[in-house]
């Protein structure tokens, strides 16, 4: 399967797309197949970014698509098997290829589309912490010579927590970069390497799409992490300022969250909305969640007529990516998903209580 990914891409000669989704380990794998292709071709292709209207006729990706007659589609780090009948209309007049390790919904395989997934591997490394963008990094080494990408691959690793696991791949990276291990954690988010992931994605969480498309470009156009940590580029001086402006805010919610929380069962559930103009509901969802194993937390956040949530528990009694599917079943332009101890999901905005009465109701 990986050997069929690797001739997929040695065979985008042109019209290329490429669809990422917002984080490092996304980013990560985007760039380094925009980088595998512009060697082999000397061009980059054309990247956007998930988003609501990803397959509006109107104005979304899809469109696109079909406007600028798309040879070839690479979608990295996006569980589109949830809901496949989009991917499916691509896949008509372009070949498509599926890059991802979020639990398989449906196996694309059976559609004329590559669906490639460590589900469908036999390897040692769980399929969850074999992060999309290692998996991309394996692929493109059999297309060319990215050795010198390698942290880019290192990006998805620290930022789906993976470094327990991929300890050795890490080590190599730090070998010829040493100041990216300095922090109490080097193969987690405690050390350099950690900060540049929260710069990448606090361009996220500081500007929305505008703010990804910024990070994106800066891991384009850097040669090293170097160039990112010590903000050599000006893109990475922006993402920098959105660093240091996210992470106040984040520190103070930390602080105070209980203030203004609903709180459940002695503790075990927790809602909890955040009212800020930082889409930071992942990292605090994070956060909360490894302080507090043993509490289910539901964090989200309105944006416009929809409301997106993190759900997270730690210490595995709880099925998150289970409870996001059951709790948005049948909700209007609803949808949820993810992996056991962490999972996300996106309703409109006029069914929050109906939401919150579900999860209530499932947990009892």
Not at 30 to 58: C, G, M, Q, W
Not at 159 to 175: A, H, P, V
Not at 242 to 263: D, G, L, P
Not at 267 to 284: G, H, R, V
Request: with cysteine.
């Amino acid at each position: 399967m990986i050997d069929k990914a690797a001739n997929f891409i040695k065979n985008c000669k042109e019209k290329t797309a490429i669809i990422y989704d917002i984080d490092g380990d996304s980013i990560g794998s985007a760039v380094l197949i925009a980088k595998t292709i512009e060697r082999l071709f000397n061009y980059v292709p054309k990247a956007f970014i998930i988003s609501h209207d990803l397959f509006s006729n109107e104005k979304g990706i899809f469109k696109k698509i079909n406007d600028n007659k798309i040879n070839n589609v690479i979608i990295v780090d996006i569980a589109i098997d949830e809901e496949p009948k989009y991917i499916l209309e691509i896949a008509k007049k372009s070949n498509v290829l599926i890059i991802d390790h979020h639990q398989i919904h449906n196996d694309l395989n059976k559609f004329n589309i590559l669906h490639v997934n460590p589900f469908f591997l036999k390897t040692d490394i769980e399929p969850f912490k074999y992060c999309t963008s290692k998996l991309t990094y394996d692929i493109c080494c059999k297309v060319t010579d990215i050795e010198d990408l390698d942290w880019l691959a290192g990006l998805g690793i620290i930022n789906d927590y993976c470094g327990e696991q991929w300890k050795e791949f890490l080590d190599r990276i730090y070998k010829k970069y040493p100041s990216l291990k300095k922090g109490k954690e080097p193969y987690s988010f405690d050390s350099n390497f950690g900060l540049i992931d929260h710069m990448i994605t606090a361009g996220y969480y500081y500007a929305g799409l505008r703010g990804c498309k910024i990070a994106y470009d800066t891991c384009l156009e850097a040669e090293s992490p170097l160039d990112i940590l010590e903000a050599r580029i000006p893109k990475a001086r922006i993402l920098k300022k959105f660093h240091i402006e996210v992470q106040e805010e984040i520190n103070s919610i930390i602080e105070n969250w209980k203030n203004y929380a609903e709180i459940y069962d002695n503790e075990q559930l927790i809602f909890l909305e955040l009212k800020t103009k930082f889409a930071i509901k992942s990292p605090i969802s994070t956060i909360l969640s490894i302080r507090n194993p043993s509490y289910t937390f539901i964090i989200f956040r309105k944006v416009g007529d929809f409301i997106n949530v993190s759900l997270r528990r730690n210490d595995g009694k709880i099925d998150c990516g289970k409870l996001a599917v059951d709790a948005t079943k049948n909700l209007k332009n609803a949808g949820g998903g993810g992996h056991s101890p962490a999972a996300g999901a996106s309703i409109m905005a006029k069914d929050l209580e109906v939401f919150k009465k579900r999860i209530l109701e499932l947990l009892a």
